[in-house]
């Protein structure tokens, strides 16, 4: 009997940390690509300027969450605003022991 309330216990200790996760708040990077600069380019950017990134245009863009990659996306415009279509992501438990660890 003993092992079945351990069982329980661990369960709702589980239940209750899950809830605590989906309140919580992370930072969203969604990347179109990047590129390498000097910083003499850097400093003489301006109005205007305009940045060759290396990412192909038929590359997926990037979304980031708390610095992990957890998704890949293609971009969409929705109500005269750009946007991102999820095209692929990794698996739920990933995505949650990924965000855990970094809490």
Do not use: Y
């Not at 109005?47 to 971009?75: C, F, S, Y």
Request: glycine letters at 6%.
């Amino acid at each position: 009997m003993k092992k079945n309330k351990k069982t329980k216990t661990a369960q709702v200790s589980q239940s209750i940390q899950l809830e605590k996760l989906l309140d919580m708040r992370f930072n969203a990077r969604l990347i179109l690509g990047s590129c390498t600069m000097e910083i003499g380019d850097i400093l003489g950017l301006g109005q205007g300027a305009i940045l060759e990134l290396d990412t192909p245009t038929h590359e997926p863009l990037e979304l980031w969450v708390n610095d992990r990659m957890i998704a890949k996306a293609e971009t969409v415009v929705v109500n005269e605003r750009f946007g991102a279509r999820i095209t692929e992501i990794s698996p739920t438990a990933e995505r949650l022991k990924d965000m855990a660890s970094n809490q």
